[in-house]
């Protein structure tokens, strides 16, 4: 295993410890629970937005935690999910009484912790509502899933609803902003190599010198299909195809009522994209591939979407929600209103995403 | 090879495309001959900073063109200097008259191509003053250098320089900046594995699977050692160790002289660090070493700085200066000085790196 670590237990503590010290104008970190959070938590008035999930897939979602996006991040051991009382412990120290939003990606440990932490925070009397993200077109239930996974859809929910937190929504009108981005959102991605989980030693799947996979998980989940390495351009084809093409997906989730005050099924479809939409096109690297990949990539998905009658109205290109140091790219096209626009174009400063301060 | 490319012998080509139409807002891409402008070049009486060099290191150059850094970048094929048509035609396009500062990495293609450049743009009338960055503390000469290679310190010049100009210094100031930039950087990287050249088709050297190469170049040059894997603080003990206690190095360098308009050798000498230093610290991916790993290192450059009696002021974290798909990190730190601080927190807005706008 080649890596530039120390002791494979000590990786996160030690990642922590240097965001700590390399931003602390910006966030703070709590250890024993780990979370980090927003130097200035708690900010008055505000909903405050709370992710997490298992860590490796930097800098989701540590690296957004800040003004105009996440008020507190909670990191698991990697690819593992955080537990309750580190949920609870940052929704405590970030609630300013406009209650809290946990943006949960859809794997079965996340989802249930942090229903778990909703309900003993509840009971601590903070109100609390959970929206899950569950994006990835690529297959219907998973290695650790039921129903779709989340993914990219996920960066793109942390932006546009920490900006609208930061405006002033409370906390109803965050948490339907945050369903309304995931049903317009829609991923995959695929893997030219494995990665490998340091407590493990040896890589998560083998891939063949001429294979590729073809609707990873952020996990090194199976995908659809495993097959020989092609093109750039038909690689993006079959990535952006699938999302553009994908039908009506209808599925049930599990939400808090906020004014039931109980948890209820909801059913809820995601609208197919139309020739008209205007998206966001977010090209992410799954940590080892390059700029200079991606922005191929994107020249083949802008012709793609062109064709579709899509209009690309912004986008974002890098290494975003990764998969340590797999080699791989997921496409995530998300379709964008006028309310969605100017909240991604508002002011934000995290230590991996920042413009306007 | 695994690669997301289509054809070897289109990818610059291809990733131009991409590069233009992700961002229009900023940039122009001019082919054949290839560089990359600012959109609202030329910029009416601020003295153009242009730079370039092989492709392959994205986002350096291409991605720091824009407002508060570089007017232009001329990109080579892969690990291959651009040519001086490139670079005069790059210059003629961002002039406004206030002249053109060429920051150039200390590669002897890339020395040689800027200096023809600078005297045919000089012949059509346009000032030109030409800072050569050669910051690389591994190893006196190289397989492609007389002389320290251009590294690190590249990036940051650029965005300092970048700053002064906007600000209104003259191309005699700006120039003496990059100087003091230069010469106040110092730089060191390592690699975990090689890059494959993608019309090479096959990795630039081998290294065994407990292996690891100290001083690489960022073209896989070879360094000072090869030896086992080692911990993440070892290693990163080994390459700031080497930067903060390298001595005073003096060397002989080309430039124009801009009052006496000739080339002039300057003799110019790097001081050492002293504790008491405030200083920029840089921890850069390789291109395929993943983030976590990088605040790994980062913690451990922090503990070594404070050791010594160094005082990181501000830092950068993250691929900024790449080798392709590598996995490996470089670190520089640079002495700053109250001008070069603000500087650095001056707005810029550019693909790769923006704040304050």
């Known amino acids: 295993m080649k890596k530039l670590i ?32 927003r130097a200035d938590a708690p900010v008055k008035g505000k909903v405050a937005l709370i992710s997490g999930g298992g860590s490796g897939h930097e800098p989701m979602h540590g690296g957004f935690v800040g003004m105009g996006m996440l008020d507190a991040a909670c990191p698991g051991e990697v690819f593992t999910s955080p537990t309750p009382d580190q949920m609870l412990e940052a929704a405590k120290t970030v609630n ?22 909703a309900d003993m925070a509840r009971a601590e009397g903070i109100q609390v509502a959970n929206i ?18 989340g993914v990219g859809t996920t960066v793109l929910a942390e932006k546009i609803c920490g900006a609208a937190a930061e405006k002033g929504y409370d906390l109803k009108q965050v948490a339907e902003l945050c369903r309304k981005v995931n049903i317009n959102g829609r991923s995959m991605g695929m893997a030219l190599t494995s990665c490998t989980v340091p407590a493990a030693g040896k890589p998560t799947f083998d891939l063949a010198e001429d294979e590729m996979e073809i609707g990873i998980g952020i996990h090194g989940e199976p995908g659809r299909t495993r097959m020989k390495l092609k093109s750039a351009d038909e690689i993006t084809e079959m990535l952006a195809l699938s999302i553009i093409e994908d039908e009506a997906y209808t599925r049930t989730v599990r939400e808090w009522d906020l004014e039931r005050e109980e948890w209820v099924d909801v059913e809820m479809t995601d609208p197919p994209f139309e020739a008209g939409d205007k998206v966001l096109a977010f090209v992410n690297s799954m940590g080892g591939t390059p700029l200079i990949e991606l922005f191929i990539i994107y020249r083949k998905l802008y ?4 064709k579709k009658g899509l209009t690309i109205v912004r986008n974002l290109i890098g290494p975003y929600i990764t998969s340590l140091e797999m080699q791989g790219v997921s496409i995530t096209l998300l379709k964008m209103d006028e309310e969605m626009v100017e909240l991604w174009d508002a002011p934000v400063k995290t230590p991996s995403m920042r413009w306007g301060v």
């Open 303 to 306: 012709e793609i979407c062109e």
């Open 6 to 37: 120390n002791k494979p237990e000590d990786v996160v503590k030690e990642e922590l410890e240097g965001m700590a010290l390399a931003f602390p104008e910006l966030i703070k970190v709590h250890f024993e629970p780990n979370y980090i959070y």
């Open 96 to 117: 300013s009484g406009a209650g809290i939003l946990y943006i949960v990606k859809n794997y079965t440990g996340d989802v249930m912790n942090f229903e778990m932490a």
């Open 132 to 149: 899950i993200i569950d994006d990835d077109v690529a297959v219907k239930d998973s290695l650790y899933t039921a129903g779709r996974r």
